[in-house]
């Protein structure tokens, strides 16, 4: 087994659970040591990530976005590994006994500072006067007794929240702290293999009000730039009323996102993708009614035959009316009898008596003076210009 071992000396309350999410896109296996270290087993991992060396330069590259200071140390048990983390990376034996958290008083009473001079006094006379305690955690660093840990199971939603060292008046400064809490959520997407379709920000103030704002996405994602893209777009529309002193940001209804693979010719994800971050972007910016798609509905009146959709939303069973139909749909206007030539038709369309729109009408496919194929009908004895084939 290989152990890789955090310590963060600098660390708020409640910061160690968010951490330990997101460390498990590495690993399964991560554990606790509360109040400022997390342990990884790391042994199954190292084939995954190229070896212990690579995986250690994303781990660090990693905790380094997320904004805190740590120590990152890697043994073959659990406890050496804590131990070297709390010492900051001397060798096993020169480690001072404070690492141990053990009565130090009495150590250094007797000219013991470091862990190696420990290991050598009477195993007996060290059990009579210190307890059995120190013996097990000796030898559970050593590897010569077990040490059992419980493991962190990643949460089915995230809640974090991030004290901003000063009051914060402008957008920049709140998308430079959003982003540590956005590399947060990714690693624990990334460990659940899930992705989210919206998440909130709350903007604490002073006086303990708070203010929401809700970003949504065009297709579930797990990354943590293209949620910062969304979220500037977001605050860009945002007047500031009052300084933040904290933020907080909440994801639920995580949603199942497989990896994807690269094909050969071109790359269809990726092109939908795109497509995604352009719809969201452009929502963010312009307002959420303000972008839809559009999809056939079922219904022979030309008007009344589309519907407003989510973007990507589509159900093909929802085909349009028989009958060639252009892209380009007009607002009817009224033509003479002279200014076109019928090509072919008719195709008789009567509906609508139901809802108050009703419709009979005879559409053909005509070629227009400037050599345009249009399509137009006739209703009650007029010629109406109704769209314009491509």
């Known amino acids: 087994m290989l152990w890789v071992a955090l310590h963060f000396p600098c660390l708020p309350p409640d910061a160690l659970a968010p951490i330990a999410a997101w460390a498990c896109q590495f690993t399964p296996k991560a554990s606790l040591e509360p109040p400022q270290e997390l342990l990884l087993e790391v042994q199954g991992s190292l084939r995954l990530f190229g070896g212990f060396e690579s995986l250690r330069q994303k781990l660090a590259a990693g905790l380094g976005e997320l904004g805190y200071p740590f120590n990152l140390a890697a043994a073959q048990t659990a406890r050496a590994a804590l131990w070297l983390s709390r010492g900051e990376g001397e060798a096993f034996e020169a480690l001072p006994v404070e690492v141990m958290r053990c009565d130090n008083e009495f150590f250094r009473s007797i000219g013991i500072t470091t862990v190696g001079a420990l290991l050598r006094l009477p195993r007996e006379g060290l059990a009579q006067r210190c307890g059995a305690r120190v013996l097990e955690e000796l030898d559970r660093a050593l590897g010569a007794a077990l040490e059992p840990r419980a493991f962190f199971a990643p949460p089915p939603r995230f809640d974090a929240q991030l004290e901003l060292p000063a009051e914060v008046t402008h957008v920049e400064g709140l998308l430079f702290g959003a982003r540590r809490l956005l590399a947060q959520l990714e690693g624990l997407l990334m460990a659940r293999h899930e992705g989210i379709r919206s998440f909130l920000l709350k903007l604490m103030h002073r006086e303990g009000h708070c203010t929401d704002v809700q970003v949504g996405l065009a297709s579930a994602t797990r990354h943590a730039e293209r949620l910062a893209q969304v979220l500037r777009e977001r605050l860009q529309r945002l007047s500031l009323m009052e300084p933040v002193t904290a933020i907080r940001l909440e994801a639920r209804d995580f949603a199942p996102l497989p990896g994807t693979s690269r094909a050969l010719f071109g ?124």
């Open 267 to 390: 790359d269809p994800a990726g092109e939908a993708e795109d497509w995604a971050r352009l719809v969201e972007r452009l929502r963010a910016r312009l307002g959420h009614g303000a972008v839809c798609g559009l999809a056939a509905h079922p219904d022979h009146r030309p008007e009344h035959a589309w519907r407003r959709v989510e973007p990507g939303e589509w159900d093909p069973r929802e085909s349009p009316a028989p009958g060639p139909r252009p892209l380009w749909l007009l607002e009817p206007k009224k033509l003479n009898e002279g200014e076109f030539t019928a090509l072919a038709g008719p195709e008789r369309i009567e509906s609508g008596w139901w809802d108050g729109d009703d419709a009979k009408r005879d559409y053909f496919v005509a070629r227009l003076p400037n050599a345009s194929l249009a399509w137009i009908y006739r209703e009650a004895g007029e010629w109406y210009l109704h769209g314009l084939f491509a």
